[in-house]
């Protein structure tokens, strides 16, 4: 049983599109994080939901809206992609929000905006 | 804001030599954690080890060591006997309040057979 699934994990898709990302976690965990890395590596929070309520919210364009149905579930809807959307998206799960907690990542979504 | 800098960008050692892995990082909490992540080829981001940052002690767990140095805000890593599958990139991340981590640019470490 894979502890936090991504779906889909590729996404080719045009300019202007609207997409969504889907994770779930197996884990029983309270917290969930989705991060974006680049084409450098390099890896950026974006959003962290503890029990379905938003606790961090970075700079991220409005465009990125994120959704907790649940603990187990947290989407990312991206609306009118552009094509610096492209990267890696990962999703994330820890037990609590504690800065102690280690996180359990998601095979990622690799995300292309032609 | 957290910034963390890993110096080197690639490491390429033959198999079962030991690898350490920089990391200096900059942070205003005065109680942290902080962490290293692998990243293999198959890009899944897996934890390897964490560290409080008021014990100071070194540690090892397997091939696996650290040594952690508040005074200079360093958090090194050990690879020691590498094995072609240690090859991957490397992250260390301190953390911050709501378990934000706030990721290196990353060392990636080639392995050769």
Request: with cysteine.
């Amino acid at each position: 049983d894979t502890a936090v699934s991504q779906t889909p994990k590729y996404l080719v898709t045009q300019m202007g599109n609207d997409k969504s990302i889907k994770c779930e976690q197996n884990l029983g965990h309270d917290t969930m994080y989705w991060y974006k890395q680049d084409s450098k590596k390099f890896l950026k929070i974006m959003f962290s939901y503890n029990n379905k309520e938003l606790i961090i919210n970075e700079t991220v364009p409005n465009r990125f809206s994120p959704k907790s149905p649940d603990k187990a579930h947290l989407n990312l809807h991206i609306n009118s992609l552009e094509l610096g959307d492209s990267a890696v998206y990962f999703c994330a799960s820890s037990q609590g929000a504690g800065n102690n907690e280690k996180l359990f990542f998601g095979s990622g979504t690799q995300l292309s905006v032609l | 804001a957290q910034k963390v800098t890993q110096a080197q960008t690639e490491i390429s050692v033959v198999e079962k030599e030991d690898v350490t892995l920089d990391c200096v990082y900059e942070t205003r909490d005065t109680t942290y954690y902080l962490f290293w992540y692998k990243q293999p080829p198959s890009g899944e981001l897996v934890f390897l080890i964490r560290r409080n940052s008021f014990d100071e002690q070194n540690e090892i767990s397997g091939r696996y060591s650290w040594n952690f140095q508040k005074s200079t805000s360093s958090f090194n890593f050990t690879i020691t006997a590498s094995q072609v599958v240690d090859s991957a990139v490397y992250f260390c991340a301190p953390s911050a309040a709501g378990n934000k981590l706030t990721f290196g640019g990353g060392t990636r470490v080639l392995v050769k057979p």
